[in-house]
């Protein structure tokens, strides 16, 4: 039985932080921790005390994470970014609501003696003697040690406590994965049993010792079960102290979904009737599993459903089908077409997580090079009067004060310049956009077409498609790119309003015009001639991309949901020499414009460039981070491969900053997901001067000092498909409405009561076929209720067996 873990980690915002700058403000920004590991980083808001960061994260983890952490700082242009304070959430707290945590949490001050991180080797004995009792603790190395030096490294070395008695290990210099091999004997003194204590400090030449953790064992477990094997190390015990707000506060969303998936076989039961659900006639179902999970679903728990099922049905080729039911289930109940999808339901979800996961290299192509220019060029642009800035165009023109007039016709220029192109390529791509999504397209058109069909109602045909692809789509991508990828980073305040003007324009024409010169947003009226003559183009865009043979379905089930060939991350990386014999650290890394697919990462000097060297995904056994102090240099990652003759080749990757150095290491570590022989550890130094400048091995075959982190990837869109573990999802919703399911239909005896009366005065046809009808809503209830009693039953079965094998036992290697 499989075991899964995620973390949805969303960074809210922030209120009543200090003051760090002379200015009187301060240049906030977060970074999300889990245990050690650096998995995410904010953008900074310039000149805020209340930041507002709305930033969300998803994280797959390995089981046995302890805390996840956020530190706010300051950036500074000069000199290091001053720490503002911290929340350190433990696994137990994020666990002990199911819904996780939603509200507000005080920061509290960093304290250097509970920044502790890492783990210790220990073998300990007790044994008898003529003498009495003695203890022999054997120190034999700790790994991933909290840097307390200003080069990045330690000097660490342990002290041994037994009752009265100390002993110390020798100090090892600089590093944090430090060799001892040393064994400290201590004898039992009069009285009662005492508990042993290893601490770990730093050693200082000037001034005081740093602490770095510490191990404490009770007399029992000594007695019982001695210490052998990696312990995690951990502060001094100590209250928790609350700064009562001084240090301000930040909103946070965190939960934590972890589930046990059974091996595949025991879910093709209700894999089955989810299948069948989509292919019988959707407006009568209601006790198919579709059906009651569209009554007990809402919020963000409907979004992560609707995720899941449109990738369950991805992977058995009837996303068609399966889009096709919600709609038809969506259309029936909607009397008002102005009011057609316009709610978060179940069907509206799944078709907005579909084209997600299947749309997201098309929007790429077409909005990344325009996206791109608005970034780049940072132009103002401005159409509002209430939020013109006139003093901020004065400052680029040297031609006096502009009018309102002169900014709003240089900004209706330089607006048309950008959504020109956006609308040239939006209506330019019907043969670039993904078949699977031109057939789901067609088949919602044809869908609303039969449920009307009047012709006062001749647009909602096409304001059903583009109230996806543009409102739901094109528009959000083109206000937050960094959200669906197209940007590394958040917009600074004067990009996002630029990018929020566009997005306006370009939800105006999905609207097909109908919204135009009404409500509060009178000062887009300039743009209105361009707007109107473009929604015409939109509506033959609309007819083309619906004219699909419906034989192009997506060719049966999908193994991925991206093809290996098909580049899911790329751009210009700096790649270390093989072997860089005399040249200094800094020109030994040379520019290489990478590309990853699922089957190879491919380098060459620039994008247009014939000649590529490759790595076979397939040949990647890790992929880590590399310590600052290895070259001097931040946010380096190693890729470890492994040729045919088994010799282990290391290739160095710097990014330009954290936040690429995770989206790196995560799309790597997914694409090599399925390889075998993945490496448990790896050196997170380089082999330089004749030692690994981590732990000093003189061998460069010596087996890595610190733990791999394959585990450790962020959601997204790319994220492979997974039919067990999607379903194991579904399973559970379906669980929490199992005896509202029972009531309805098995239990309700009102529901014959019902019918009679209904059907007293009709004639005896419609009687027989709502008598069929419930009769086979029974049959459905049944079914469906005894596929969760199997897997329930099977989830404890195994549950039994996982606990009868548990034992006490020490990390990992």
Known sequence: MAKSSSLNVRVVEGRALPAKDVSGSSDPYCIVKVDDEVVARTATIWRSLSPFWGEEYTVHLPLDFHHLSFYVLDEDTVGHDDIIGKILLSREAITA???????WINLSRVVPDAEVQGEICLAVQTLEDVRGRCLHCHVLQARDLAPRDISGTSDPFARVFWGSQSLETSTIKKT??????????????????????????????VGKNDFLGMVEFPPQVLQHNP????????????????????????????????????????YQPLRE???????????????????????LTSGDCRQELATKLVKLFLGQGLTGPFLDYLTRREVARTTDPNTLFRSNSLASKSMEQFMKLVGMPYLHEVLRPVINRVFEERKYMELDPCKMDLGRTRRISFKGAPSEEHVREVSLGLLMGYLGPIVDAIVGSVGRCPPTMRLAFKQLRQCVEERFPQVEHEDVKYLAISGFLFLRFFAPAILTPKLFDLRDQH?????????????????????????????????????????????????????????????EEAGGPAR?????????????????????????TRFAFKKRYFRLSGETLSYSKGPEWQMRASIPVSHIRAVERVDEGAFQLPHVMQVVTQDGAGALHTTYLQCKNVNELNQWLSALRKASAPNPDKLASCHPGAFRSGHWTCCLQAERSASGCSRTHSAVTLGDWSDPLDPDAETQMVYRQLLLGRDRLRMKFLEDSNMD???????????????????????????????????????????????????GKVVLAPLRP
């Open 176 to 205: 944090r994965f430090p060799h001892w091999d040393e064994v400290l004997e201590l004898r039992e003194m009069p009285g009662s049993p005492s508990p042993l204590r290893v601490e770990l400090w730093d050693w200082d030449m």
């Open 491 to 551: 917009a600074d305040p004067q990009t996002s309003r630029s990018l929020l003007l566009l997005a306006k324009a370009v939800q105006s024409i999905g609207n097909l015009g109908q919204q135009l010169g009404q409500g509060k947003e009178l000062w887009m009226a300039p743009l209105h001639p361009f707007l109107l003559q473009s929604i015409s183009r939109v509506r033959d865009f609309l007819d083309q991309l619906v004219d699909v043979d419906g034989k």
């Open 97 to 103: 609501d199911p819904r996780g945590i939603d509200s």
């Open 753 to 803: 009561t019902t019918l009679e009366a209904d059907t007293e005065q009709g004639s005896s046809a419609m009687e027989a076929a709502c008598t069929d009808a419930l009769a086979r809503q029974r049959e459905a209830a049944a079914r469906l209720l005894e596929v969760l009693t199997d897997l329930d039953q099977a989830h404890k079965e195994f549950q039994q067996k996982e606990q």
């Open 560 to 584: 991925a949901l991206v093809p290996p060939s098909v580049t899911v991350r790329e751009g210009y990386l700096l790649k270390r020499k093989e072997e860089p014999a005399s040249l200094a």
């Open 227 to 266: 210490p052998n094997g990696w312990f995690r190390l951990l502060p001094f015990p100590r209250a928790e102290e609350d700064s009562g707000g001084s240090l301000g506060a930040l909103r946070l969303k965190v939960r934590l979904t972890e589930d046990c998936v059974l091996p595949s076989q025991y």
């Open 273 to 295: 009737l989810l299948m069948e659900s989509v292919l019988g006639p959707a407006e009568e179902d209601a006790a198919s599993p579709l059906a009651v999970l569209e009554e």
